[in-house]
């Protein structure tokens, strides 16, 4: 008992006068850590997950203008050699997806919709109603067109019974998909090509999608929205205002009204 007290101050002594000698970490090992920390950052922003905003009603009730994304940049990715311990698979029907807009009018146009049709399926529009492959589906969270007042909403022969009408030139349809939306009909039905993927908005009436534009290659896809991090309370017409003077002034409404515009209830919302 006389001998033990006097080796642990031994020790104690021993374990301080080592901490004392250790090197202090240089100006160059502490930036050498800070990039790396930054670089493994960025990887992972890039490469594996992404944050993406909101900016239309076209996906609504699903995602509302305003609600920040979390991106899955791997699940749907095509499968490489480079990391085989990463779980791949192809596009499924209903998926909610995030991708590059075919043949754009601006460059690097980015959407999200909902994969109704996959490569061979059958698709054709019933007053709204999609058949897939001659069955009916049953979409809750798909906006109908209806009698509510709303023009919008009201019935539209070329979007509601797609592909059976052919666009009018009003119809906001590109003039590529013009050309080559008949050469994919068959009987009632748009069949899906090979490579592709067949897109609409869950708010159906207010949706520019496939029915305008055409498919989507899968090369085109970038990931899937996995949850809301974060939803602000965003006017409609926000992605219109594109002058340094408007995002200064929505910027400043963000900061003082964060508290009261946020949608606390879609925090962690997993998106479905």
Not at 28 to 34: D, G, K, R, Y
Not at 103 to 119: H, Q, S, Y
Not at 152 to 176: C, G, H, N, W
Not at 206 to 213: A, F, H, I, M
Request: proline share 9%.
């Amino acid at each position: 008992m006389s001998i033990e007290r006097p080796l642990q101050a031994e020790t104690v002594a021993a374990g301080q006068a080592a901490a004392k000698h250790e090197p202090a970490e240089t100006p160059l090992e502490a930036l050498a850590s800070i990039c790396t920390i930054l670089a493994a950052g960025l990887f992972v922003m890039a490469f594996i997950f992404q944050n993406f905003e909101i900016p239309s009603g076209s996906m609504e009730k699903t995602l509302l203008i305003g609600d920040h994304v979390v991106v899955d940049r791997i699940t749907l990715a095509p499968p490489t050699t480079w990391a085989p311990f990463v779980h791949y698979r192809p596009v499924r029907r209903g998926d909610v997806i995030v991708f590059m807009k075919p043949n754009p009018e601006t460059p690097d146009l980015i959407l999200v919709k909902r994969a109704i049709g996959i490569p061979g399926d059958r698709i054709h529009l019933r007053h709204g109603v999609v058949y897939l492959n001659g069955v009916a589906q049953n979409e809750p969270y798909a906006g109908m067109p209806n009698d509510d007042g709303n023009p919008q909403d009201a019935y539209q022969p070329y979007r509601d019974d797609f592909p059976s009408v052919t666009p009018s030139p009003e119809e906001q349809v590109t003039e590529l998909w013009r050309e080559e939306l008949p050469t994919h009909i068959q009987g009632d039905d748009l069949v899906v090509p090979p490579g592709m993927v067949f897109a609409m908005g869950d708010n159906r009436t207010e949706s520019l999608d496939g029915r305008y534009w055409g498919f989507v290659p899968q090369q085109n896809i970038l990931g899937r929205p996995l949850f809301v991090y974060w939803s602000f309370r965003t006017p409609a017409d926000q992605e219109d205002k594109t002058s340094i003077g408007d995002r200064m002034s929505f910027m400043f409404h963000i900061v003082t009204h964060i508290v009261t515009d946020t949608r606390w209830n879609r925090t962690f919302h997993v998106i479905r």
